[in-house]
């Protein structure tokens, strides 16, 4: 939408005579922000406890609105993530409207938390509005989060339980400048068009260095293991770069350098889908060099956590034998297996071959 609202701005601005030059200004130098546009797409970054979550803010007044907003959030919301939306009624939109917001909510979002809007409710309760929500909601499966009883509550309220990669879609209205002050007080800061480049590529599950990872991924395992360190010392920080480096690091044979830098890249909070293969692959370097009680722990943690995968349960086995705990490792395998049968004959026979039942 904001494509086509460009396209007829600038034809408008040309239709009426003005400079070619002025209109191509005017659009590099316009943002969302509250200053020039006030909610419409204001986009914040708070930081979380394990990073930065994004924040949305929109009026999103009616069904094709709320559609709108929550199309920008599920393009921001980084791999493994949860979109938010707040959603409060205003009371003259007609009970169909309302049901289809919160249908519309309920299928995009993964949480939909209801706000009063006083000063919008004209005439009605909130109850009857939230009624009509709630029936929306559940047509296509679902509940509300919770509920607040105005926005600089909910503002309050959710932004601490938003998680690194997290976008909350921000219905605001009757408490526009409030909820503003509230974002500066809780240091919310307003993303820049850099930031935002960075994280739509993030979302899509790019990186800027993309086309140099490649490059080096072509070079002989000593040549990118020294060219993935060069770029670690320009960009210290980055989780991807040095999960990179670790595996440029383990190809060239330097094991325990590249156990320490999936460490590095872990703890900075590398995300989905690089950090499966970062803890598969820290698991399987300390079994390639023999340090195999390190290599089970590591490898029973990560099939707990991945408990579909294949891979995950192999290696929690072959590690668990490696340790000297073959028995165990071969119950484990047997109860992996038998609790993944599809096969109804196989379930009578679960608690006696593993010792535990299954549903």
């Not at 932004?159 to 909820?179: E, I, N, S, Y």
Request: net charge negative; hydrophobic share 40%; proline share 3%.
């Amino acid at each position: 939408m904001n494509t086509a609202n460009v396209l007829a701005a600038a034809a408008a601005a040309l239709g009426l005579g003005l400079p070619r030059e002025a209109v191509v200004d005017g659009l590099r130098t316009f943002l969302a922000s509250r200053e020039q546009n006030p909610a419409r797409m204001n986009i914040y970054r708070w930081r979380t406890q394990d990073g930065w979550a994004t924040v949305v803010c929109d009026l999103a007044h009616n069904e094709a609105g709320v559609e709108a907003v929550l199309e920008v959030a599920d393009g921001l919301r980084l791999p493994g993530s949860e979109v938010h939306i707040t959603l409060g009624g205003l009371g003259d939109r007609t009970g169909e409207i309302l049901e289809g917001m919160g249908a519309i909510a309920g299928r995009l979002a993964d949480r939909t938390h209801l706000v009063t809007k006083d000063h919008y409710l004209r005439g009605r309760e909130a109850d009857e509005v939230f009624g009509h929500m709630r029936q929306g909601l559940a047509s296509v499966g679902a509940v509300p989060a919770g509920t607040f009883p105005d926005e600089v509550s909910a503002m309050r309220g959710l932004l601490p339980t938003l998680r690194d990669g997290d976008v909350l879609a921000f219905t605001v209205h009757d408490m526009r400048q409030q909820v503003w002050d509230t974002l500066d007080e809780m240091s919310a800061e307003p993303i820049t068009p850099r930031q935002l480049s960075s994280l739509l590529r993030r979302a899509r599950g790019q990186h800027e260095l993309d086309g140099a990872f490649e490059e080096a991924a072509a070079q002989e395992p000593a040549q990118r293991a020294a060219t993935l360190e060069a770029l670690t010392a320009e960009h210290a920080g980055d989780p991807r770069v040095h999960f990179e480096l670790a595996r440029a690091l383990d190809a060239a044979g330097r094991t325990d350098d590249a156990i320490g830098e999936h460490e590095r890249a872990l703890d900075l909070g590398l995300r989905e889908p690089h950090r499966f293969v970062s803890l598969m692959e820290r698991a399987l370097a300390a079994r390639d060099a023999g340090q195999h009680e390190r290599a089970r722990t590591w490898a029973q943690e990560l099939s707990e956590r991945y408990e579909d995968s294949t891979a995950a349960a192999a290696l929690a086995v072959l590690s668990g034998a490696d340790a000297g705990q073959a028995e165990e490792a071969a119950v484990r395998a047997a109860r992996w297996m038998v609790g993944r049968s599809t096969t109804p004959r196989d379930w009578e026979f679960s608690e006696r071959l593993t010792g535990t039942a299954t549903d």
